[in-house]
T-cell receptor, first 117, second 112 residues
Framework: EAGVTQFPSHSVIEKGQTVTLRCDPI?????LYWYRRVMGKEIKFLLH????????ESGMPNNRFLAERTGGTYSTLKVQPAELEDSGVYFC???????????????FGPGTRLTVL | GQSLEQPSEVTAVEGAIVQINCTYQ??????LSWYQQHDGGAPTFLSY????GLEETGRFSSFLSRSDSYGYLLLQELQMKDSASYFC?????????????FGQGTELSVKP
C-alpha cells in the first residue's frame, strides 16, 4: 500500500510569488490534514478535510493560503503571494475515520520544504 | 488552550537508555501519541497512551500520567538509527475532527 505522497519535496521561491503544494493521501482515507513546521518549532495544524469538505480550517494563518480537495482525493495548498514567514516544512497526513473517540492513527507524508527568499 | 513542552535536544550513547519527557497544559484530550521523524522524512507513529500507565512496543515504551499532566517516551538499547526528532502530540476532546496538537519536538543524537 502506497503511503502519503507530497510534491514537490523542495520549493524555493521569491517573496510575492505563488506556490502550490500537492498531497496524495492513502487511498480510501477520507480525512486529510495539513500541518506546518516552522524554524524547528512545533508541528502546527492548518486544516482538515473530510472527503472534499473543509471540516476545520482554524489553523490557516491568513487568506493568502488556499486549500482545496476536489473530488475528495488529492489536495492542494496554494500560497499566494508568499511571504518570508511562510518558509517551513508543510506536512500532509491522512486517516481513515476521525469520528471515533479512540485512537485513529494519522499517516504523514515526507513534507514539502518551502523556502521563501 | 493546549500546549506541550519537550526538551529541545537530548544526547545519549549507543546502547544506553534515554527518556524524553512531555509535559502539557490542556483542557482535555483523548490520549498522548509519540511520533518519530528522521531528517527529511515523514513523521511516523511510535506509540499511543489512551490511559495512564506504561505501553511497551519493543525497545520503545511510553508512559502517561494525567494527574501529573506528564508523559514520556523511553528508548532502550539505543542504536545510531534512533537519532531523530521525537514529538509528543494530543488529540483535543473539544475537536471532533481529529487534529493533533504537537510539542516542539526533541532532537535525539545517539553517539557511538
Amino acid at each position: 500500500e502506497a503511503g502519503v505522497t507530497q510534491f514537490p519535496s523542495h520549493s524555493v521561491i521569491e517573496k510575492g510569488q505563488t506556490v502550490t503544494l500537492r498531497c496524495d493521501p492513502i487511498s480510501g482515507h477520507d480525512n486529510l490534514y495539513w500541518y506546518r513546521r516552522v524554524m524547528g518549532k512545533e508541528i502546527k495544524f492548518l486544516l482538515h478535510f473530510v472527503k472534499e469538505s473543509k471540516q476545520d480550517e482554524s489553523g490557516m494563518p491568513n487568506n493568502r493560503f488556499l486549500a482545496e480537495r476536489t473530488g475528495g482525493t488529492y489536495s492542494t495548498l496554494k500560497v499566494q503571494p508568499a511571504e518570508l514567514e511562510d518558509s517551513g516544512v508543510y506536512f500532509c497526513a491522512s486517516s481513515q475515520d476521525s469520528r471515533r473517540a479512540s485512537y485513529n492513527e494519522q499517516f504523514f507524508g515526507p513534507g514539502t520544504r518551502l523556502t521563501v527568499l | 488552550g493546549q500546549s506541550l513542552e519537550q526538551p529541545s535536544e537530548v544526547t545519549a550513547v549507543e546502547g544506553a537508555i534515554v527518556q524524553i519527557n512531555c509535559t502539557y497544559q490542556t483542557s482535555g484530550f483523548y490520549g498522548l501519541s509519540w511520533y518519530q521523524q528522521h531528517d527529511g522524512g515523514a513523521p511516523t507513529f511510535l506509540s499511543y497512551n489512551a490511559l495512564d500507565g506504561l505501553e511497551e512496543t519493543g525497545r520503545f515504551s511510553s508512559f502517561l500520567s494525567r494527574s501529573d499532566s506528564y508523559g514520556y517516551l523511553l528508548l532502550q538499547e539505543l542504536q545510531m538509527k534512533d537519532s531523530a526528532s521525537y514529538f509528543c502530540a494530543v488529540r483535543p476532546i473539544y475537536n471532533q475532527g481529529g487534529k493533533l496538537i504537537f510539542g516542539q519536538g526533541t532532537e535525539l543524537s545517539v553517539k557511538p
